[in-house]
């Protein structure tokens, strides 16, 4: 329906990449990522449980899926260096979705940390794709450092609350060479269509399709709602104008009021 | 002679001349395969030198594995 989204060279049909948190259990996640359509997922590291049941890559292997590991829950630059090199090893992909967070109240982006880690990944052979604020002129420092891509928040993770500053989006995109991932902040469809119209490449949803009722009508809503975006854009939209354009034409309107002829 | 090491937050006495891959063993329904990387002292030991890097007293070791995330 989309035209490849691609990124560091590599395309991929499907414009919305999947959160896999937020799943209750792998059954929902296998039929939220069949109703998506998705090719690339994103996966967490945590300390290996023992009493753990299947693994989550059982599951997106067999639905044919890539993996796109993060950095969730780093602070610091170092912490995230450390995770990015783990994740390649258990994962053998020099992809990484790199996130640094400054607090666990808002979860928003520590620039200042993730520029660095950006860059000494970059370095280090990684392809990075950084999660971001909102803010151009981050994401051209991030591309600046050889970022792959740029993922900035519509609003914090988790929060649902759609794209707070679609100004700032808009800039950002006019001015990106890489693409730009709106990551964060999707409560519904819409708010994924929206992201699309402004001139998003792709999607990153997790809790709108996790955390919903139904998970998998979810996930079907936002891959319709990302395509809706897609054809929206490339038909081009009116002009937004002030006062009414009447789409009749006025001539030959008949006349009633005999009174003044 | 034994080791005592801190396995994902836990001491763990080992056999002298334990390596990271008698660790990863000892762990319950570890994989084997992929999804699993482990970094000792804060520095990732790749999977070809987990049965050749032996762990010394006090070592701190992580094992992680794939959740779901993000």
């Given at each position: 329906m989309t035209a490849p989204l691609t990124i560091a060279g590599r395309d991929f049909a499907s414009r919305l990449i999947l959160g896999?948190?937020?799943?209750?259990?792998h059954e929902v996640l296998a039929s939220a990522l069949e109703a998506s359509g998705t090719q690339m997922c994103t996966v967490a590291l945590r300390r290996l449980d023992p009493a753990a049941r299947g693994s989550i890559l059982d599951v997106l292997d067999a639905a044919g899926v890539e993996v796109l590991p993060n950095t969730a829950g780093c602070y610091t630059a170092r912490d995230a260096i450390i995770t990015a090199q783990l994740a390649r090893e258990a994962f053998d992909t020099a992809w990484i979705k790199l996130e640094v967070i400054g607090?666990?109240?808002?979860?928003?982006?520590d620039g200042v940390e993730l520029l660095a880690a950006a860059e000494a990944l970059v370095d280090d052979g990684f392809t990075v794709l950084p999660y971001t604020t909102d803010d151009p002129i981050l994401a051209r420092r991030l591309e600046d450092v050889g970022c792959a891509a740029v993922m900035p928040l519509g609003s914090p993770i988790g929060s649902g609350m759609g794209i707070r500053n679609p100004y700032n989006i808009s800039i950002m995109i006019e001015r990106a060479g890489v693409p730009v991932i709106l990551d964060a902040g999707v409560g519904t469809a819409s708010d994924a269509t929206l992201a699309i119209e402004l001139g998003c490449d792709a999607v990153l949803c997790a809790s709108a399709i996790s955390r919903a009722h139904d998970p998998a009508a979810m996930a079907r809503a936002i891959r319709l709602g990302v395509e809706a975006g897609w054809l929206a854009r490339q038909a081009g939209r009116i002009p937004r104008r002030r006062y009414a354009e009447a789409s009749t034409p006025d001539e030959g309107l008949p006349v009633f009021d005999t009174s003044s002829q | 002679m034994t080791v005592t090491v801190t396995v994902n937050g836990e001491d763990r006495e080992l056999p002298a001349g334990a390596t990271v891959a008698s660790v990863i063993e000892s762990l319950h329904n570890a994989p084997e395969g992929r999804g699993v990387a482990v970094a000792v002292e804060g520095e990732v030991v790749p999977r070809a030198r987990w049965p050749t890097t032996e762990l010394r007293e006090g070592a701190t070791v992580e094992v992680v594995a794939a959740v779901q995330g993000g």
């Open positions: 896999t948190g937020g799943f209750t259990n607090d666990d109240r808002t979860l928003l982006p | -």
